[in-house]
């Protein structure tokens, strides 16, 4: 579904961009807004995705989608005019995805590296606390208050080990669930968990 709608967006952004037509607002059967229409269609076809979703996004019958797919070919082998348009917005519609994985994978990376540096954290932390145990049996302290510190210590390993286990969950959810359906997804898990 988010992928979808970046898809989409960032399409109808490009589109509006080099050829100066809005593909969703336009009902206009002027040459220049039917092609805009067409590559649009094409591209998300491509991409695949189906007919009916992309008439859903042009506001449109499917029928005119199925009719674009059939006709884009020949204005692409014929007409040099749409097929320079179709080029250009081709063209930034890979640079635009590649830009985005890159910045997707860098992204993933610095989260990966966040992660890495609080198990450190938490690690060299559990190994100061253990330090201070010590100093403190050494230096006297009774050892209610030496256990105590003990199962602090061993609370905070349970915890490092469930934000690892679970991160892959988290990590599932808070990519899939688009903005404004955390109710809806919430409602969705205590059903499947209970």
Do not use: W
């Amino acid at each position: 579904m988010i992928k979808k709608n970046e898809d989409f967006k960032s399409l109808i952004l490009i589109i509006e961009s080099i050829l100066g037509v809005d593909v969703t607002k336009s009902k206009s059967r002027k040459r220049h807004v039917v092609n805009a229409k067409m590559i649009f269609s094409f591209l998300l076809h491509k991409k695949g995705y189906g007919c009916s979703i992309i008439a859903e996004a042009l506001f449109s019958h499917h029928a005119t989608v199925l009719y674009y797919f059939k006709k884009v070919p020949g204005h692409l082998k014929y007409d040099s005019k749409f097929r320079n348009e179709y080029e250009a917005i081709q063209k930034e519609d890979h640079e635009r995805t590649l830009s985005n994985l890159e910045m997707r994978v860098f992204l993933a990376d610095a989260e990966k590296t966040a992660i890495d540096l609080k198990m450190e954290i938490l690690a060299l932390t559990t190994v100061v606390e253990q330090q201070e145990v010590e100093n403190l049996r050494l230096s006297g302290i009774n050892e209610i208050q030496a256990e105590a510190s003990v199962r602090l210590q061993k609370n905070l390993k349970n915890s490092i080990y469930t934000e690892t286990r679970l991160f892959s969950l988290y990590e599932l959810i808070k990519t899939r669930t688009p903005e404004g359906s955390e109710k809806k997804m919430l409602l969705k898990l205590n059903r499947l968990y209970n």
